[in-house]
């Protein structure tokens, strides 16, 4: 019995640039769709073991929007490497001081935890508060999000 396993080349790799827009979109909903167009999964020729992602450029970081009271209750926490130095910071305070590494962090959590995941898919999200972005030379297309519904309030 033989199977047919095909493997990603790296010329066969169609890498594009795709421009999201954050505005009104629930986070974890845009990190789950974005985490997988990195991967690839969104491709028929995806290998769980290759990377055969696209770039994605996230923009309005800013504007995104969490449901129920996760702004108060949802808190991140980092060590600073001394003693007793654990720091806790909510979700509402981090959103207003550095709304592109929310979104940076959601999805980076998504990604594999091997090499794949560490190296070359977490440089491929980009993430910017505003709706202005350096990557225009790129040309990405604008991709429009399948799940992530605009929350109406």
């Not at 019995?1 to 066969?12: G, H, K, L, Y």
């Not at 954050?22 to 991967?39: D, F, Q």
């Given at each position: 019995m033989e199977t047919s396993f095909t493997s990603v080349e790296q010329a066969e790799k169609d890498r594009k640039w795709l421009l999201v827009d954050a505005s009104n979109v629930i986070l974890g909903r845009l990190a789950t769709e974005v985490a997988a167009l990195i991967r690839g999964k969104h491709k028929p020729t995806f290998t769980k073991h290759t990377d055969c992602g696209d770039s994605v450029v996230i923009i309005n970081a800013e504007k995104v929007r969490v449901t129920g009271n996760k702004l108060k209750d949802k808190i991140y926490h980092h060590h600073t490497g001394h003693i007793g130095h654990v720091r806790a910071i909510p979700l509402e305070s981090k959103l207003a001081a550095h709304p592109e590494?929310?979104?940076?962090?959601?999805?980076?959590g998504m990604l594999p935890k091997g090499v794949?995941?560490?190296?070359?898919?977490?440089?491929?999200?980009?993430?910017y508060?505003?709706?202005?972005?350096?990557?225009?030379?790129?040309?990405?297309?604008?991709y429009e999000l399948?799940?992530?519904?605009?929350?109406?309030?």
């Amino acid at each position: 019995m033989e199977t047919s396993f095909t493997s990603v080349e790296q010329a066969e790799k169609d890498r594009k640039w795709l421009l999201v827009d954050a505005s009104n979109v629930i986070l974890g909903r845009l990190a789950t769709e974005v985490a997988a167009l990195i991967r690839g999964k969104h491709k028929p020729t995806f290998t769980k073991h290759t990377d055969c992602g696209d770039s994605v450029v996230i923009i309005n970081a800013e504007k995104v929007r969490v449901t129920g009271n996760k702004l108060k209750d949802k808190i991140y926490h980092h060590h600073t490497g001394h003693i007793g130095h654990v720091r806790a910071i909510p979700l509402e305070s981090k959103l207003a001081a550095h709304p592109e590494r929310v979104i940076q962090e959601a999805v980076w959590g998504m990604l594999p935890k091997g090499v794949l995941g560490k190296g070359s898919m977490r440089s491929r999200v980009m993430v910017y508060a505003g709706d202005k972005h350096p990557h225009a030379a790129q040309n990405p297309q604008k991709y429009e999000l399948k799940y992530a519904k605009a929350v109406v309030r």
